[in-house]
């Protein structure tokens, strides 16, 4: 282990690596580092981005959905009472309707009854009429006794 | 094995240390140990060369495995560094981790080649000596821990001017009373002394143990049954706990570097 001029040319051979290395080496190895890491930087923060306009775009979504649901909501309600009114008043019409043909059935009848005790009525006068000449053996004038049957007519 | 006839296991053990020298001028001192000025530059360029191919195409899209790959030692670089550093770490000190730590862990982990194997590959090309581990020279170490050195008196320089520096010198730890300025210049100046020490040392000492401890083993393995078994088993155990000790001096050694320069950039 003698010292010899080796060491001179070791020690320039290191400098020319050094230099060399500080030229040529270290900086494309550290722009491209670099330039990776701040391209992941990049991506990180879109992905954080995205995260958050997703969460915003949930939020966004949920209360449309809610406000969907109400108007849903809302829209059943109205169609419900709307129905009920609709029955409600089918229900009126139908009543009047009942009643009116109750009332109108009713005339008809009373019209009837009218028309049936009238008819009895004369065929009665005509039924005393006969009983009272077949009773006196004789005709009797109808007119002469008008008044007359006219009241027995309305006794009955 | 290179040596002729059955080598001895100091022989074996002192050929194996030496060095592929070749004198470039006159004296000790001027002798270049090629074998590991090829094996660093070599592996540097390998090393620093994938990188540099996976930066170059760099995306930022999604990374195929190869740049995943860098990426991953990059950001450990890169965290280490910043966690010591508190400048901008990618103009200096961030680069220059990087280079350490991939420079200084390829060339420990050739620690793991079977060593006569490659001698022998070696010694085709008709050399006989040959150390595969540039890291367990201390002539690497050293390069690299005083380079590191010297960039660290450069940016107490450059950061705080020669007169901070000179200031922190004399006035640190211990006060600014002229009373104490040798005191301080005398605590620096250990502390300056050391730091170059203590982390070509530490790498240093680390590879070179694991290297002769190899050798140990080998020697034994050589000896017969009970030797190959029991070098073929402790070789094994001292591989995997090498496995440890590769990386962790690599790191060690980054983070004393990024250590040292951010202490320079930083006024007491």
């Given at each position: ?84 009114g609709i029955v409600d008043e089918a229900r009126v019409n139908a009543t009047q309707e009942r009643e009116r043909i ?55 | ?85 508190h400048g901008d770490v990618n103009k200096f000190v961030g680069p220059a981790a990087l280079t350490v730590f991939l ?61 901070g520096w000179m200031h922190e010198i004399f006035c640190t730890p211990f006060g600014s009373n002229p009373l104490l ?88």
């Amino acid at each position: 282990m003698n010292m010899t001029a080796t060491m001179i040319a070791q020690a320039v051979t290191f400098l020319a690596f050094i230099l060399f290395t500080v030229k040529f080496v270290w900086p494309p190895l550290l722009a491209a580092i670099e330039e990776r890491r701040t391209k992941i930087a990049d991506g990180l923060a879109a992905a954080d981005k995205g995260a958050r306009s997703l969460e915003d775009a949930q939020v966004k979504i949920n209360a449309m959905v809610e406000e969907a649901r109400g108007q849903a909501r809302s829209i059943i309600d109205q169609a419900q009472s709307r129905a009920n009114g609709i029955v409600d008043e089918a229900r009126v019409n139908a009543t009047q309707e009942r009643e009116r043909i109750l009332k109108s059935a009713q005339a008809e009848v009373d019209q009837q009854i009218n028309r049936a005790r009238d008819e009895l009525r004369t065929q009665v006068a005509a039924i005393t009429v006969a009983g009272a000449e077949q009773i006196l053996g004789r005709e009797i004038d109808a007119r002469a006794h008008q008044d007359l049957l006219d009241k027995l007519a309305a006794q009955i | 094995m290179a040596a002729e006839g059955s080598p001895t296991s100091t022989s074996y053990i002192s050929h194996h240390l030496k060095h592929l020298a070749e004198p470039v001028g006159p004296g000790g001192f001027w002798t270049i140990h090629v074998d590991t000025v090829i094996v660093s530059v070599l592996l540097g360029l390998v090393g620093i060369g994938l990188v540099w191919a996976v930066a170059r195409k760099a995306t930022a899209g999604v990374p195929g495995r190869g740049q995943a790959f860098v990426e991953l030692v990059f950001d450990f670089v890169d965290d280490q560094a910043r966690s010591i550093f508190h400048g901008d770490v990618n103009k200096f000190v961030g680069p220059a981790a990087l280079t350490v730590f991939l420079w200084v862990l390829l060339m420990n982990a050739t620690s793991f080649l079977p060593i006569d194997l490659l001698a022998s590959v070696v010694h085709l090309t008709g050399v006989d000596e040959f150390r595969p581990v540039p890291t367990a020279d201390v002539n690497t170490t050293f390069a690299l821990a005083l380079t590191v050195w010297a960039l660290m008196i450069y940016f107490s320089v450059a950061v705080k001017g020669f007169g901070g520096w000179m200031h922190e010198i004399f006035c640190t730890p211990f006060g600014s009373n002229p009373l104490l300025w040798v005191l301080n210049l005398l605590f620096n100046l250990v502390e300056l002394v050391s730091k170059p020490l203590s982390h070509a040392l530490r790498l240093f000492g680390n590879l070179y143990a694991g290297e002769i401890i190899f050798l140990l083993l080998w020697v034994w393995a050589a000896t017969g049954l009970v030797g190959a078994v029991g070098g073929f088993v402790l070789g094994l155990g001292w591989s995997i706990f090498h496995l440890l000790i590769v990386p962790l001096q690599a790191y060690i050694f980054m983070m004393l570097t990024v250590v040292y320069i951010a202490m320079a950039h930083e006024s007491h």
